[in-house]
């Protein structure tokens, strides 16, 4: 029998909202994206959708877990604060304000299991993947933790021409975030963006943005690439390396590297962030067919 477990899916319970499907690239009253849904807060109501409210970070939401962890029918659904099912892709902020970005862990640090968004299903609950009827694991723990930023989407239709003129891989952008905690399913995290890796994987343009907690005690320290190599020395190099072989040990090519084969620096990943939020924008707007993935 199915099991349903609740908790928390952020660290900090400060209060929060959830943006209504808009793109919001700064954090300017001037951008009518600034119009927001409160989850716990007084809202002053603005018309019959949109409200506003003072504080933007946490979503204020919960995990639900339905079944058994390691089974084809385990899902991590996201509830808001009237226990009605939100999508962790669409309806979690991508924004938090002062250059920090909501993350979702879908994968802990330290584990194995293939845990993702499923696009394709109403609300996009995490699931483990699977690959002809079978859970799939990677070969070896992953040593970050690993998610996905909400309100992006790499468009397959669209090719880069700085990554060899490859085409988005129909996902949200990952992160891979360096902190020395291990995060839970689930987890909302508020992250900054350090650095940017521009993997290519079989033809698909897969962009890894390495990221850091705020609450990592080493958060103040890096800013940018410099600081990564300075004070996590050897770690974009690990980073790349682990994402380049995984698949070797399935008989799989290695994944190649854009960019020169190495990683680009914060303003580089806050550019990727940039363009792959203003897909997602279009792709919830129905300007761009959205094919099988799920908008609600």
Not at 7 to 34: E, Y
Not at 178 to 206: C, H, N, S, Y
Not at 257 to 276: H, P, Q, R, S, W
């Amino acid at each position: 029998m199915a099991t349903a477990r609740v908790m928390s899916a952020a660290t900090n319970t400060s209060v929060s909202c959830l943006l209504l499907k808009k793109p919001l690239f700064s954090l300017n009253k001037k951008n009518p994206s600034w119009n927001k849904l409160c989850f716990n807060n007084t809202t002053k109501r603005v018309s019959k959708r949109l409200f506003s409210c003072k504080s933007i970070y946490n979503p204020g939401v919960q995990i639900k877990e339905e079944g058994q962890p390691e089974t084809l029918d385990y899902r991590v659904y996201f509830l808001d604060s009237s226990d009605k099912k939100v999508s962790p892709w669409h309806d979690i902020p991508l924004h938090v304000g002062d250059g920090a970005f909501n993350f979702v862990v879908e994968i802990p640090k330290e584990s194995s299991a293939k845990m993702e968004v499923a696009t394709d299903e109403q609300f996009t609950p995490i699931k483990q993947d699977t690959k002809k009827g079978k859970l799939r694991y990677y070969p070896y723990n992953i040593n970050w933790n690993y998610g996905l930023l909400p309100q992006t989407w790499e468009d397959p239709s669209l090719a880069n021409a700085e990554v060899e003129g490859a085409f988005g891989d129909n996902d949200p952008v990952d992160v891979v975030e360096i902190g020395e905690r291990r995060g839970k399913v689930g987890e909302i995290l508020k992250i900054k963006p350090l650095a940017a890796l521009a993997m290519i994987d079989e033809g698909e343009l897969d962009w890894k943005i390495v990221a850091i907690s705020l609450d990592d005690p080493r958060a103040s320290l890096v800013n940018d690439i410099d600081g990564v190599e300075k004070h996590f020395p050897g770690t974009l190099t690990a980073i790349r390396d682990w994402f380049r072989d995984y698949k070797i040990p399935d008989g799989k090519p290695a994944n190649k590297f854009g960019l020169g084969n190495k990683a680009a620096n914060k303003d580089y990943a806050l550019k990727v962030i940039m363009e792959t939020n203003e897909s997602w924008a279009k792709l919830v707007k129905r300007s761009i067919p959205a094919g099988e993935l799920s908008l609600v």
